[in-house]
């Protein structure tokens, strides 16, 4: 069982390219979730998918598109990257009910814009 | 909108002492709480999940306890170690979201 997977770990992007982050568990998770988190801060939320074919906004969407084409899988789109999205993202998936509610984390992914 | 606030932003501690981390959150239609720690350059690991029908989880060490009309929750570490040095933080799952507190950084000192 392995989780929430998250690819790649480390990135460098120029200003302007674009690229995607992947995310993939593989507990049948309806709920899933995109977060970023900078250098001594929390964990702020861009987007959440609570089943296949169903996304919203979380707080700071601006930048980044998402899909849920599959109960497993929940990319990351970053367009036209620019230094303020250099953080950590990290995914994260629940089921619902009881210890279902339990979060699971990949392990982040370390992106760099220069 | 919900709003989780942990106080204080960092705590040092000499080693042995008993840790005392809060969590409080605005809205009190919660499903759970879970705390979390993390590692400097590491993703989160899950300590404790309390649902919101329950008052307390214990594990090892570790107790949280959940006020849900009061909007707090604590998480008590008995005896500290210097392993125990990591952020902890607290998460609040209510409606489809998943509210994360800004963390507590502990140092426990030898």
């Known amino acids: 069982n392995a989780g929430v997977t998250q690819t790649p770990k480390f990135r460098i992007l120029k200003i302007g390219q674009s690229m995607t982050l992947q995310c993939t568990q593989d507990m049948n998770h309806n709920y899933m979730y995109w977060y970023r988190q900078d250098p001594g801060m929390g964990l702020k939320l861009i987007y959440y998918?609570?089943?296949?074919?169903?996304?919203d906004k979380g707080e700071v969407p601006n930048g980044y598109n998402v899909s849920r084409s599959t109960t497993e899988d929940f990319p990351l789109r970053l367009e036209l990257a620019a230094p303020s999205q250099t953080s950590v993202y990290f995914c994260a998936s629940r089921g619902t009910g009881g210890p279902g509610n339990t979060i699971y984390f990949g392990e982040g992914s370390w992106l760099t814009v220069v | 909108k919900q709003e989780v606030t942990q106080i204080p932003a960092a705590l040092s501690v000499p080693e042995g002492e008993n840790l005392v981390l809060n969590c409080s959150f605005t809205d009190s239609a919660i499903y759970n709480l879970q705390w979390f720690r993390q590692d400097p350059g590491k993703g989160l690991t899950s300590l404790l999940l309390i649902q919101s029908s329950q008052r307390e989880q214990t594990s090892g060490r570790l107790n949280a306890s959940l006020d849900k009309s009061s909007g707090r929750s604590t998480l008590y570490i008995a005896a500290s170690q210097p392993g125990d040095s990591a952020t902890y933080l607290c998460?609040?799952?209510?409606?489809?979201?998943?509210?994360f507190g800004g963390g507590t950084r502990v140092l426990v000192k030898p």
């Open positions: 998460a609040v799952t209510s409606g489809n979201k998943l509210t």
């Open positions: 998918s609570v089943g296949a074919g169903i996304t």
